[in-house]
């Protein structure tokens, strides 16, 4: 019998975690299926897309399939904020989604992440040494939240002294406060003026000046890009991190495995971020009528990717249900699904990860759950708001 497939509701989501059991029967019996409207919550109906090959499929074809038409993201804005979002990458076709992100990619490339990845490592030394004294942490409010939030602040050139500051304006954003994007808006804007004034051998610098071609990001452009990096690369990254440490706690052989083989820290980043699944969807609208996985679709109809359901497909992944630290063959999904909008901070996630990882397993082997767990009332982040541990 078909389940009752509601794949929106933020409440299941903080109640129980993604739908898998839903994404499974879609996978075998709709891999396309017509998802009715949001009733009170004024969402249209949209076609869902849970199998691992259609949503690469869609994923490669912008020019069928749009970001910026009505964005990536799944609400329904009006037309001024969505004109607005528009100046963001992640809300961009080609060829402007091209133009911008040639531009950013100097922000991640092998020699800056070579010059962060120590810098890296003292931050996670910081965070993980400071809870093992306490005996204890939050984790996601301690560790996991702070990090990606640091490491940002260590690629735009802010201050150590303004990290509080940082993180706090990090939060608010998240909850959607306009008065915290203003206050970084203002923030980035001197930072700005101050490396053009006088330049630096910083990322920063880098970023703000032209490129080969003589192009450079224009000061929306600029601003739009900080925001984004605060918001989609902070949150994803504490997701998969407090996401990833629960993994491994709830399947402790893993835990042990790791500790016993830290060769082994690669291939579990990547598996964090397959079982995890940070962002749950992304939406696109259809540029003309078309057709996916047999059924019609209709232009402007709007078309979402769960990539929660990609990742665990069984045509894809050996065991999908089975956390495995050292898969070998793992072409998951979590950072996209090809295409222009493949996750231009892949390596920095992961660099990421893997040093938080290996922190914990040699600072914090004992670490174990303590107290209730709770997960972020959210269908688009798959995410914790609260992971206490203890350390024995």
């Known amino acids: 019998m078909a389940p009752q497939i509601d794949l929106i509701d933020p409440a299941a989501y903080q109640r129980d975690g993604p739908p898998y059991q839903q994404f499974a029967w879609l996978r075998e019996q709709a891999p396309v299926h017509w998802h009715a409207a949001g009733g009170g919550d004024g969402w249209p109906g949209f076609w869902a897309v849970t199998r691992h090959r259609d949503v690469e499929q869609v994923s490669r074809n912008p020019e069928l399939f749009s970001s910026a038409r009505r964005l990536a993201l799944f609400d329904e804005l009006p037309r001024e904020l969505v004109r607005r ?43 993980v040494d400071a809870a093992v004294r306490a005996g204890g942490a939050e984790f996601v409010s301690d560790i996991a939240g702070p990090l990606p939030v640091y490491v940002l602040g260590e690629l735009i050139g802010v201050p150590p002294e303004d990290r509080p500051w940082l993180l706090d304006v990090a939060g608010r954003l998240t909850s959607g406060s306009e008065a915290a994007a203003t206050q970084l808006y203002l923030y980035a804007t001197d930072l700005a003026e101050q490396r053009r004034a006088a330049p630096r051998e910083d990322v920063l610098t880098v970023l703000l000046a032209p490129d080969e071609q003589g192009e450079s990001l224009a000061t ?79 232009e402007g109809e709007k078309v979402v990717l769960f990539y929660s359901s990609a990742n665990r497909d069984p045509d894809v992944f050996d065991d999908p249900s089975c956390f495995d630290v050292g898969r070998e063959r793992n072409p998951h999904l979590g950072f996209g699904g090809g295409g222009p909008h493949f996750c231009l901070g892949r390596h920095l996630a992961l660099l990421q990860l893997r040093t938080l990882l290996a922190e914990l397993v040699d600072r914090a082997p004992a670490v174990r759950v303590d107290g209730q767990v709770v997960r972020l009332r959210s269908s688009f982040v798959n995410g914790i708001s609260r992971l206490p541990v203890r350390f024995g």
């Open 220 to 298: 929306e452009e600029f601003l739009m890009f900080v925001l984004m990096l605060l918001i989609a690369g902070t949150e994803t990254t504490t997701a998969a991190a407090a996401g990833g440490l629960l993994a491994l706690l709830s399947f402790p052989e893993q835990w042990q495995r790791l500790r016993r083989s830290p060769e082994l820290l690669p291939t579990a980043a990547e598996e964090i971020v397959r079982w995890t699944s940070p962002v749950n969807l992304f939406r696109r609208t259809a540029t003309r009528d078309t057709e996916l996985a047999g059924r019609p679709i209709a």
């Open 85 to 127: 979002q528009r100046l963001m990458m992640i809300n961009r076709d080609p060829p402007e989604h091209t133009r911008q992100r040639r531009l950013v990619s100097r922000m991640f490339s092998p020699r800056v992440l070579d010059r962060l990845q120590v810098r890296i490592g003292e931050i996670c030394r910081e965070l």
